[in-house]
């Protein structure tokens, strides 16, 4: 079958509809060809923008617009949200008992890493979504998810996979007992609200470390995912083999978190420019060795994706280099582009 374009209105357009050409406005890319809508898209389109028509593909038989099934990444969207719902819920319980309980928690981590186990769409997500502006509860659900796969291809057991996502699960459980005004204040922090906001770690510890039977690991990782290899990290200010396995997996999870989100110190160009920063902080703040197998194994899973450069083109990612992360080699209508050799041009996103 073959498909033919049409020009359709922006409340004639559909989730899940293909573009089939590119939609600019005064100089500005606002939606690239082969694109698939979401219900996203179309608000933006109708909210901010002074655009009256979009060009979808059509079946060359009929007026009926191809539809492409888009569940993958919306589904694991809408499950993301509502786990992080579900942890706030999980919170509030476990705050108001007097002696805090795990089956929440268990539960609830046996029921995500079954979520988790499509490695793929759950790294996808978190570059395109990131965790936004929510510190605590959606971050602590994409913390869990790259944790929980960093944990496997560690090769831990089953037994250390579970304890290692409890941990990542409450790793900043206590950020919900410091101040909101603190917590999500705009701007820079004074030294004083800095200060308040490195307790988190200790805040954390010593309400998870009275839960009975519940094995020390967890609240270790919880105390030291902050510390880091060259001892410059906070509570303890601990360095190398001293801070625990977990703390280290999350530690990792946690920054790639960040800065794929809106909250990261300085402004990230791109998901390739946030894998380079992971490399460059496994220079003395971050295992090296395990930021070696994160990224060996996380750059798979940006080959063949699509992606749209500062100039506003679409490309196919082809090859990562390790050692040049932010310069892949693309490839467009069977012409290649190799980022080393283009100073000006770099990855701004990853597109579906």
């Known amino acids: 079958m073959t498909w033919e374009k049409k020009l359709l209105s922006l409340d004639e357009l559909k989730p899940g509809m293909m573009s089939s050409s590119d939609v600019i406005f005064e100089g500005k890319m606002l939606l690239a060809k082969n694109i698939i809508i979401t219900a996203s898209t179309i608000n933006n389109l109708k909210q901010n923008y002074l655009v009256d028509k979009v060009e979808v593909y059509v079946k060359n ?174 509570p303890l200010g601990i360095a190398g083999d001293k801070i625990h396995l977990f703390a280290k997996i999350i530690a990792i999870a946690d920054l790639f978190d960040e800065v794929n989100s809106s909250r990261y110190y300085k402004k990230v160009r791109g998901p390739f420019e946030a894998l380079k920063i992971i490399q460059e902080q496994s220079l003395g703040k971050l295992d090296c060795r395990y930021c070696d197998v994160f990224l060996n194994h996380i750059i798979n899973y940006f080959m063949g994706e699509n992606v749209l450069l500062n100039n506003g083109k679409k490309y196919k990612v082809i090859q990562v280099h390790v050692n040049d992360l932010t310069n892949p080699l693309l490839l467009d209508e069977g012409n290649f582009l190799d980022l080393k050799k283009e100073s000006d041009l770099y990855v701004e996103k990853l597109v579906i």
């Not at 969207?77 to 476990?94: G, P």
């Not at 959606?138 to 409890?166: C, E, P």
């Open 61 to 234: 038989d009929s007026d009926s617009p191809l539809i492409v099934e888009t569940n993958t990444i919306q589904k694991i969207e809408n499950d993301f949200n509502e786990f992080s719902l579900s942890l706030k819920r999980i919170f509030n319980n476990i705050s108001e008992l007097k002696v805090p309980e795990m089956n929440e928690i268990r539960s609830f981590s046996k029921k995500i890493q079954e979520e988790f186990k499509s490695t793929g769409i759950v790294i996808r997500n978190i570059v395109f979504y990131g965790s936004g502006k929510d510190a605590i509860y959606r971050h602590s659900i994409n913390v869990s998810a790259i944790s929980f796969i960093l944990g496997k291809w560690l090769n831990l057991n089953q037994r250390d996979l579970n304890l290692l996502t409890y941990s990542a699960i409450l790793h900043d459980f206590g950020k919900t007992k410091i101040n909101r005004d603190i917590l999500n204040k705009n701007g820079v922090l004074t030294s004083r609200e800095y200060k308040i906001i490195k307790t988190h770690p200790v805040i954390g510890y010593n309400f998870i470390k009275s839960i009975p039977y519940l094995d020390p690991s967890v609240s270790y990782g919880v105390l030291m995912h902050h510390e880091k290899m060259d001892g410059s990290g906070y």
